[in-house]
């Protein structure tokens, strides 16, 4: 099967948490599978990086914020990759661009147009583990875009869809779907499974747990989607039709 493994912030934090997302990529091979692994910024990285530039200029322009929001997300590719060597796994990483995501040109907020997908599929032939920077791509003038505020579940999504992935997991800091934020009401209650259309209502509604367009997607190309806890074992959540 081809899996792709999605982790959050809060799965990335430190290098214990590398470590253990790390493993269970690396599982993945050695049960036959080929795994492709998104991740997001580290921790609160992203809204370092937003306040960094704030700093410098109060509205910067919108190429120099993607091309320099982007990098968050790099250098957790950076260091999963590297983590996963030191488990002895064979294993690339690929910022958006390298791995061929083309979007369109609005910056901040771009589009997945298509992606090309021969580096990918190369490195998985070889039998790597790709990993891939979320949150970015590339549009037709050669820049680098990013998503929005919670995109890398976009670029899972859209990977899996567009590879002709088997499932697309979402490694988060909750143990799958809830009819409201859990953090904020005890009470909520988890699905075990939810249709992709009460999913979009939820997302759009602004349950971060997935961004909006990773649902859009995941509808449009009929991916299944397995919402997950980083932390705990568990099915969490299945969003299929
Ligand atoms: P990640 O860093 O893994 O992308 P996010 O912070 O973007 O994680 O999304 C997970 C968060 O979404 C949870 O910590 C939770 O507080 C929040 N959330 C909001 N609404 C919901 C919901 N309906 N079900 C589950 N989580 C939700
Ligand atoms: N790092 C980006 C953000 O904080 C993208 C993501 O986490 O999905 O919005
Ligand atoms: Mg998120």
Known sequence: MLIVQKYGGTSLMDAD?????????????????QIVVVVSAQGKTTDQLVKNARDILDQPSAREMDAYLAAGEQMSAGLMTMMLHSLGQKAVSLTGWQAGLLTDSTHGNARVIGLSSDRIRKELDAGNIVVVAGFQGINEAGDITTLGRGGSDTTAVALAALL??????????????????????????????????DMLELARGGAQVLHDRSVELAMQYRVPVQVLSSFRPGPGTMVID
């Open 17 to 33: 948490r590398i470590r253990t997302a790390a493993m269970r990529a690396a599982h993945g091979v050695k049960a036959g599978d």
């Open 164 to 197: 002709g992935a088997d499932l697309c997991r979402i490694y988060t800091d909750v143990d799958g779907v809830y009819d409201k934020d859990p953090r904020v009401f005890p009470d909520a209650v988890k699905f075990d499974r939810i249709s992709y259309k």
